[in-house]
């Protein structure tokens, strides 16, 4: 299972940007995570791939939103009301087991990540 994010760029805060995250095979959940330099590896949202049951934390209820699109085979974020603070590089990550969503070393495989810059 290879895993390919897309969809970062440069937005102006308060704006909107959708993240795409394709796998190319299947997978117990998939997450999406950031990073800033310096900074540890953080947890956004979470999707099961059995039922579509998400996990968020209250940090990004109502803004971030994971979604999955059949259609074309990817698992992706949709982020709303975008602040400077969201300014980060932005992964997506699989994992094979049963495990808690949050911790980052719980997943098994991880995109390349994409850059989000949110200005001000």
């Known amino acids: 299972v290879q895993l390919q994010a897309s969809g970062g760029g440069l937005v102006q805060a308060g704006g909107s940007l959708t993240l795409s995250c394709a796998a190319s095979?299947?997978?117990?959940?998939t997450g999406w995570f950031r990073q800033v330099p310096g900074k540890e590896r953080e947890f956004v949202v979470s999707?099961?791939?059995?039922?579509?049951?998400?996990y968020e934390t209250d940090s990004f209820k109502g803004r971030f939103t994971i979604f999955r699109d059949n259609a074309n085979g990817t698992v992706n974020l949709q982020m709303n009301s975008l602040k400077p603070e969201d300014t980060a590089v932005y992964y997506c990550?699989?994992?094979?087991?049963?495990?808690?969503?949050?911790?980052?070393?719980?997943?098994?495989?991880w995109g390349q990540g994409t850059q989000v810059t949110v200005s001000s």
């Open positions: 990550a699989a994992r094979y087991g049963r495990s808690s969503p949050i911790e980052a070393w719980k997943y098994d495989l």
């Open positions: 095979g299947a997978t117990y959940a």
């Open positions: 999707i099961r791939t059995l039922d579509d049951k998400t």
